[in-house]
T-cell receptor, first 116, second 117 residues
Framework: AQSVTQLGSHVSVSEGALVLLRCNYS??????LFWYVQYPNQGLQLLLK??????LVKGINGFEAEFKKSETSFHLTKPSAHMSDAAEYFC??????????????FGTGTRLQVTL | DAMVIQNPRYQVTQFGKPVTLSCSQT?????MYWYQQKSSQAPKLLFH???????NEADTPDNFQSRRPNTSFCFLDIRSPGLGDAAMYLC????????????????FGPGTRLTVL
């Protein structure tokens, strides 16, 4: 069984400040990890993903995340927040086996507010 | 541009009146998923089609059905919508390959927001 825990349902930062959204996972197999962003009344857009290889992954819009196996974490960061970053962010873990459809288990989401 | 399309974007139905939501894709992906997302909650997988094979999640109510008449289209049917079925319904697609990487990324549509009166 897999699960994802996102600490903090709401995070507020000032424009230009560091963004840090926390995600911890539980998985019985090597995980594939994702961060998605969702703007109001829209679908999910993939920000970045960790599958294999380099543990520091860079995504769109200046976001990056680091896979830390020892801490079972995959925190999302951005050095300088922009007003357009205000949205809901979901961390997800994938269960999959070769030749089968992937299944995503999502965290409960973190709403990011960016203030002037 | 290749994409996942959901129609309509907003759907209003009456309590107990059957409703169908539509998803189409131009990505030629062999897997299509339906998720339910209630307000301020995470998306919850209802079921998925891998080619023509239907895979239902164990806790998906019988009130929810799906059809996939061809590769490009997939429908979500709610036979008797209740007030608790009001939610955003998200369609996603992915391509499973029997060779190479076991990972297949999911691409999401914009969603259909269902209101039940």
């Amino acid at each position: 069984a897999q699960s994802v825990t996102q600490l903090g349902s709401h995070v507020s930062v000032s424009e230009g400040a560091l963004v840090l959204l926390r995600c911890n996972y539980s998985s019985s197999v090597p995980p594939y990890l994702f961060w998605y962003v969702q703007y109001p009344n829209q679908g999910l857009q993939l920000l970045l993903k960790y599958t294999t290889g380099a543990t520091l992954v860079k995504g769109i819009n200046g976001f990056e995340a680091e896979f830390k196996k020892s801490e079972t974490s995959f925190h999302l960061t951005k050095p300088s927040a922009h007003m357009s970053d205000a949205a809901e962010y979901f961390c997800a873990v994938s269960s999959h086996y070769t030749g089968t459809a992937s299944k995503l288990t999502f965290g409960t989401g973190t709403r990011l507010q960016v203030t002037l | 541009d290749a994409m996942v399309i959901q129609n309509p974007r907003y759907q209003v139905t009456q309590f107990g009146k059957p409703v169908t939501l539509s998803c189409s894709q131009t990505l030629n992906h062999n897997v299509m998923y339906w998720y339910q997302q209630k307000s301020s909650q995470a998306p919850k997988l209802l079921f998925h089609y891998y080619d023509k094979d239907f895979n239902n999640e164990a806790d998906t109510p019988d009130n929810f059905q799906s059809r996939r008449p061809n590769t490009s289209f997939c429908f979500l049917d709610i036979r008797s919508p209740g007030l608790g079925d009001a939610a955003m319904y998200l369609c996603a697609t992915s391509r499973v390959s029997q060779r190479g990487s076991s990972y297949n990324e999911q691409f999401f549509g914009p969603g259909t927001r269902l209101t039940v009166l």
